[in-house]
């Protein structure tokens, strides 16, 4: 076979398998990037507050991360749909190295704060980009497989992510959480570089489109302030106080601001096609709502582990890794799924089940024995790996290759805008349960050893968070029921292009 013929027909969905493998593995380095990085850093955090300081502003590392990565999402998307997949990856993928070349040489917190979100600027060309991509590769039959891959990755990374942070901490220096990006990145680069072919119906052709830079800063800016006034509000200071009000009300101004911006756009960075369409602005809806609900267990399960059932930190990480292992599973399961029941009633079957595991959540026992909520977790990882990537390849099948970029980064920007309200509205939840015990919050600082007062307030705490975890999983099985059409148009292959 000609070497041209070898490469990546990206917007056919039916590249020859020998042409796609290298693609596959670069897409697989690429998308561990984002996801080690998003676990490995949290296992060294005292041992930069120890090097650097800035003890009260370490959660900016997380913090700062995210809000590039949820806010560039949906600028990613369109930039990949008017010039091509591959530019925007590569791009991608060498901000992310920049940032962690420059995280690797700060000299203080807020540079190494500063030089996070340049990764996060770079990790959300990645995220979006691969998923894309992915759905570039396969036919709609084999979608599931890569996605499914791509999931398991993450697993992976929830797991190995930790182990490397500990061992690169105790036997090496905290730097090297960053500096050990550099050879799996430009390994993903190298791959992208010679095997990624992108065919001329599908790009190149669109280069002469005006780019809608005035609409991108927009939704930078207020998508920015809002997610930063979740992110603080009744942390830094309380949510009602004249700071979260001044920023929502900022927020919202350069949001009205954005939407005449993108109004008048010729080429809008969210076009109204996204919400106009009811199969996209319900998956949105519905995974947005999934990113309210897996907070709950991601945030609030380790502190559950550690402060009521006893457990050391590896113990209660394991007992939240196994959702990570379950999903991946149930994603790859759930082509044989849709492709007999459709999209959404293969979905809504998830949910359902993911809306009643929440529920035996909050009947556990308090200070049952750990086997307990790790099954839990087990099966609510299988439930919603049912729910998610039966929507994610749906959506991705109803739209053209010139859309897919746009409609793929729409669906993880709204999951992502989901995880900062659920992560903001739980917190304040568990706060107030806090509030009234011996010591409040503060009881906290000694998990292993608090005192049983504090256990069974971190009890209910938890507990009411997972309640606030089941009422967002009852909205998306309303969106899938009411909203949702049963059936997706989905596109024929040779339309897909």
């Not at 796609?20 to 949290?42: N, Y």
């Not at 182990?163 to 993903?188: C, H, K, Q, S, T």
């Not at 603080?232 to 929502?248: H, M």
Request: with cysteine; aromatic share 8%; proline share 5%.
């Amino acid at each position: 076979m000609p070497q041209h013929q070898q490469a990546v027909l990206a917007g056919t969905g039916a590249s020859p398998p020998r042409g796609r493998g290298p693609v596959v593995a670069a897409l697989m380095l690429a998308m561990a990037l984002a996801a080690m990085d998003s676990t490995i850093i949290s296992t060294v955090v005292p041992q930069i507050v120890g090097d650097l300081g800035g003890f009260s502003v370490f959660s900016w590392l997380f913090s700062g991360y995210l809000l590039a990565v949820t806010v560039t999402l949906p600028v990613y998307g369109k930039l990949a749909d008017m010039f091509g997949r591959k530019p925007v990856l590569i791009s991608g993928i060498a901000l992310f190295l920049l940032g962690s070349l420059l995280c690797a040489g700060a000299w203080d917190m807020a540079s190494l704060i500063a030089f996070r979100v340049i990764q996060g600027l770079g990790g959300g060309a990645i995220q979006g980009t691969v998923q894309t991509v992915a759905a570039d590769l396969y036919a709609l039959r084999e979608r599931a497989k890569i996605q499914a891959a791509i999931s398991t990755v993450w697993a992976v990374s929830a797991i190995a992510g930790p182990l490397a942070g500990g061992l690169l901490a105790e036997y090496a220096d905290w730097r090297w959480i960053f500096l050990v990006n550099v050879p799996i990145g430009l390994m993903a680069l190298l791959l992208i570089v010679r095997h990624l072919r992108e065919s001329g119906s599908s790009a190149g052709t669109q280069t002469r489109r005006s780019v809608d830079w005035p609409g991108a800063l927009g939704l930078f800016v207020s998508g920015g302030v809002v997610l930063f006034a979740l992110v603080q509000g009744g942390v830094a200071w309380g949510w009602l106080s004249w700071q979260s009000l001044i920023l929502f009300g900022a927020g919202a101004a350069g949001a009205v601001v954005t939407v005449w911006i993108e109004r008048h756009a010729a080429e809008p960075i969210i076009p109204g096609w996204v919400w106009r369409r009811r199969v996209i602005a319900s998956v949105n809806l519905a995974l947005g709502a999934l990113g309210v609900v897996i907070i709950a267990p991601t945030v609030f399960m380790p502190i559950y582990g550690q402060t009521v059932l006893g457990l050391g930190p590896v113990q209660a990480g394991f007992v939240l890794s196994v959702m990570s292992l379950s999903w991946p599973m149930s994603a790859a399961f759930s082509n044989r799924v849709y492709m007999r029941i459709g999209f959404r009633d293969t979905a809504l079957i998830g949910i359902t089940a993911g809306t009643a595991i929440l529920l035996a959540l909050t009947l556990l026992p308090n200070g049952g024995p750990a086997w307990q909520p790790a099954l839990v977790m087990l099966l609510l990882g299988g439930a919603l790996g049912l729910f998610q990537l039966p929507l994610i390849v749906g959506v991705q099948s109803t739209v053209r290759w010139a859309e897919r970029g746009t409609a793929t980064s729409s669906i993880l920007f709204c999951r992502q805008v989901g995880q900062s309200v659920g992560a903001a509205v739980f917190g304040a939840v568990a706060n107030a349960a806090l509030s009234g015990t011996p010591g409040g919050v503060a009881g906290l600082r000694g998990l292993n050893g608090a005192s049983e007062a504090v256990r069974r307030a971190v009890g209910a705490a938890v507990n009411h968070v997972y309640v606030g975890a089941v009422l967002a999983a009852g909205v998306a099985v309303l969106v899938l029921v009411f909203v949702m059409p049963r059936r997706f148009p989905v596109l024929a292959e040779g339309d897909e292009g």
